[in-house]
């Protein structure tokens, strides 16, 4: 099946383009409008990913006035507001995706509109990127125990509450149950409840009925529908509302969902994985969860180590991110000096292996060498002085890099040393930044005081691409 992508940012194409690759679609691309229309003359296309604001109008409005009547439409919007999404459906979108969306779920939305009869490429490389996000790695005490208790419980269906600091894992643990468990062949569906307005989430998860709600023009299943037969995976269920947690309640007991705006008691078979970084006992203590719903969510209770608690690890999926990031940049990897190695093991991470994966990216992407050394990943982490007694602060920072910097260099070498500052500081402050702002350049430029341009100009001056910070 051929899909179309409709976006004036080209990365967020290629992102786009590379998933639904390796689901084994074919993609064309277009920019505006104008090119999609040209698109859908000239090709027989089976689904469009269409962005609502493009240079010569307005995609909803397209949808709306017809202009893809052809194939289902998935709107890709940075607004998530109730009437947003409401408008969207009313338009005629058979789904929305907010930005920066979620892969996993390009991924699981492209498998649910497949044809039947059409299936991904069986090849040996599609096999390894399809196992690569549920890849675990751990050789610490504490990871050889959670391999055990997730082989144990992997092939029931018992609901499963995975607890852990923010960055460790918790999706990976739940689509590794999945992949193991007898549903790997039905569909996994992930929902993060914080991220989603509490006003909509009702309709996410249980779906709605038509004039269920203003702009509700059609029926649309929630994601329990979607998950039927396979597995759900519900993330920051701590934050969920008081009103939602007693539907989720009969969910578990009574197997049974009703669609917002409905009367019909709907009959689902779902394996649930929940999962949180917060104290629920805390939160019911304090009144802001039920203890029912705590105890049918902990039938079986996994919880995620820190990464600081498990420094055996570190060297295994640092070298192992370090591969996946040059596999991805078509680069050979550079080498970790042990110097280098020692101090990633020192640091106590406090974004877990999320944060240790976006260093080593950055570390591949930016280091001018076959080798990674000490001063690269101080320069990565922003490494602090041995002071734990007060803050460093950035004058001092900046000193303590430079003659990191200058020691690697050599000073009796004949260089710009202006330029060569220029280079090292300005691609990790453009990393961090674009970072910080979930790859959107508009905001990034803002957060610098450049404008969209000039940052666009730096972006590909260094090779990096905004499309990783949105992942």
Same mark, same amino acid.
């Given at each position: 099946?051929?899909?179309?992508?409709?976006?004036?940012?080209?990365?967020?194409?290629?992102?786009?383009?590379?998933?639904?690759?390796?689901?084994?679609?074919?993609?064309?691309?277009?920019?505006?409008?104008?090119?999609?229309?040209?698109?859908?003359?000239?090709?027989?296309?089976?689904?469009?990913?269409?962005?609502?604001?493009?240079?010569?109008?307005?995609?909803?409005?397209?949808?709306?006035?017809?202009?893809?009547?052809?194939?289902?439409?998935?709107?890709?919007?940075?607004?998530?507001?109730?009437?947003?999404?409401?408008?969207?459906?009313?338009?005629?979108?058979?789904?929305?995706?907010?930005?920066?969306?979620?892969?996993?779920?390009?991924?699981?939305?492209?498998?649910?509109?497949?044809?039947?009869?059409?299936?991904?490429?069986?090849?040996?490389?599609?096999?390894?990127?399809?196992?690569?996000?549920?890849?675990?790695?751990?050789?610490?005490?504490?990871?050889?125990?959670?391999?055990?208790?997730?082989?144990?419980?992997?092939?029931?269906?018992?609901?499963?509450?995975?607890?852990?600091?923010?960055?460790?894992?918790?999706?990976?643990?739940?689509?590794?149950?999945?992949?193991?468990? &007898? /549903?790997? =062949?039905? $569909?996994?569906? %992930?929902?993060?409840?914080?991220?989603?307005? !509490?006003?909509? *989430?009702?309709?996410?998860?249980?779906?709605?009925?038509?004039?269920?709600?203003?702009?509700?023009?059609?029926?649309?299943?929630?994601?329990?529908?979607?998950?039927?037969?396979?597995?759900?995976?519900?993330?920051?269920?701590?934050?969920?509302?008081?009103?939602?947690?007693?539907?989720?309640?009969?969910?578990?007991?009574?197997?049974?969902?009703?669609?917002?705006?409905?009367?019909?008691?709907?009959?689902?078979?779902?394996?649930?994985?929940?999962?949180?970084?917060?104290?629920?006992?805390?939160?019911?203590?304090?009144?802001?969860?039920?203890?029912?719903?705590?105890?049918?969510?902990?039938?079986?209770?996994?919880?995620?180590?820190?990464?600081?608690? &498990? /420094?055996? =690890?570190? $060297?295994?999926? %640092?070298?192992?991110?370090?591969?996946?990031? !040059?596999?991805? *940049?078509?680069?050979?990897?550079?080498?970790?000096?042990?110097?280098?190695?020692?101090?990633?093991?020192?640091?106590?991470?406090?974004?877990?292996?999320?944060?240790?994966?976006?260093?080593?990216?950055?570390?591949?992407?930016?280091?001018?060498?076959?080798?990674?050394?000490?001063?690269?990943?101080?320069?990565?982490?922003?490494?602090?002085?041995?002071?734990?007694?007060?803050?460093?602060?950035?004058?001092?920072?900046?000193?303590?890099?430079?003659?990191?910097?200058?020691?690697?260099?050599?000073?009796?070498?004949?260089?710009?040393?202006?330029?060569?500052?220029?280079?090292?500081?300005?691609?990790?402050?453009?990393?961090?930044?674009?970072?910080?702002?979930?790859?959107?350049?508009?905001?990034?430029?803002?957060?610098?005081?450049?404008?969209?341009?000039?940052?666009?100009?730096?972006?590909?001056?260094?090779?990096?691409?905004?499309?990783?910070?949105?992942?």
């Amino acid at each position: 099946m051929r899909v179309l992508v409709v976006d004036d940012d080209a990365s967020i194409r290629w992102v786009l383009a590379r998933v639904l690759g390796e689901e084994g679609l074919e993609v064309a691309q277009a920019g505006s409008l104008a090119e999609a229309d040209e698109a859908m003359a000239a090709n027989d296309v089976g689904l469009v990913f269409l962005d609502v604001y493009l240079p010569d109008g307005n995609g909803m409005q397209a949808v709306a006035e017809g202009r893809f009547a052809a194939a289902p439409v998935v709107l890709l919007t940075a607004e998530t507001t109730f009437d947003n999404a409401a408008q969207a459906y009313r338009v005629g979108a058979m789904e929305y995706l907010p930005k920066p969306f979620d892969l996993d779920e390009v991924r699981s939305l492209a498998r649910r509109i497949r044809p039947a009869d059409e299936s991904a490429p069986d090849t040996a490389a599609d096999d390894e990127a399809a196992a690569a996000p549920t890849t675990m790695i751990g050789k610490s005490p504490a990871m050889q125990q959670l391999f055990r208790t997730l082989g144990r419980v992997a092939a029931s269906d018992l609901t499963v509450l995975v607890t852990g600091e923010s960055g460790t894992g918790k999706e990976m643990v739940a689509r590794v149950l999945h992949e193991q468990s &007898r /549903r790997r =062949d039905q $569909p996994f569906v %992930a929902i993060n409840t914080a991220a989603i307005p !509490a006003d909509l *989430l009702e309709a996410e998860l249980f779906g709605h009925e038509k004039g269920a709600f203003t702009g509700a023009d059609r029926a649309r299943p929630g994601r329990f529908e979607q998950a039927n037969g396979g597995t759900l995976f519900l993330d920051e269920i701590g934050d969920m509302p008081a009103g939602l947690q007693v539907k989720l309640l009969r969910v578990l007991e009574e197997g049974v969902i009703q669609r917002v705006g409905g009367r019909e008691d709907k009959r689902v078979n779902v394996r649930l994985v929940a999962a949180t970084h917060q104290n629920l006992q805390d939160k019911i203590k304090a009144g802001a969860f039920r203890e029912d719903l705590y105890y049918r969510l902990n039938v079986i209770p996994v919880h995620i180590p820190p990464l600081r608690e &498990r /420094r055996d =690890d570190i $060297p295994l999926l %640092a070298e192992a991110m370090l591969n996946d990031a !040059a596999r991805e *940049l078509d680069m050979t990897p550079p080498v970790l000096l042990d110097e280098a190695m020692r101090l990633l093991v020192q640091y106590d991470w406090p974004g877990n292996v999320r944060e240790l994966k976006n260093v080593m990216r950055r570390l591949a992407l930016l280091t001018p060498g076959a080798a990674i050394t000490l001063s690269d990943v101080a320069l990565a982490l922003g490494h602090q002085d041995n002071h734990p007694d007060r803050e460093e602060t950035l004058g001092e920072a900046v000193n303590r890099c430079l003659r990191l910097y200058m020691d690697r260099l050599g000073y009796g070498e004949a260089v710009d040393l202006h330029k060569h500052l220029l280079s090292e500081v300005e691609p990790p402050l453009l990393m961090l930044v674009m970072e910080r702002c979930g790859g959107n350049q508009i905001k990034a430029a803002k957060m610098l005081g450049l404008n969209r341009n000039t940052v666009r100009k730096l972006l590909r001056q260094y090779n990096i691409d905004p499309a990783y910070f949105k992942q």
